[in-house]
């Protein structure tokens, strides 16, 4: 049996959870990603951070050729 190998951008991981504050810069690198190819996996989350008071998300990425 032979190890199936993907190729991402940057030779990143198949999988990868973005995480950050909930702003544009957020959303950005969400889209920057769906751009490159990456497919959203999952529900997003969001918590509230009240040590910083914002709103804190995450949402998973998985690359495109992965099959799921």
């Given amino acids: 049996m032979t190890e199936k190998t993907y190729q991402t951008p940057d030779d990143r991981p ?13 959303c950005e690198r969400v889209s920057e990603a769906l ?3 990456w497919r959203l996996y999952g529900s997003p989350t ?3 951070d ?3 008071a914002c709103v804190k ?5 998985v690359w495109h050729e992965l099959k799921i």
């Fill in 14 to 26: 198949i999988y990868r959870l973005l995480t950050g504050k909930d702003d544009r810069a957020f």
């Fill in 50 to 52: 009240a040590e910083n």
């Fill in 57 to 61: 998300v995450g949402q998973a990425v």
């Fill in 35 to 37: 751009t490159q190819g």
């Fill in 46 to 48: 969001m918590t509230y």
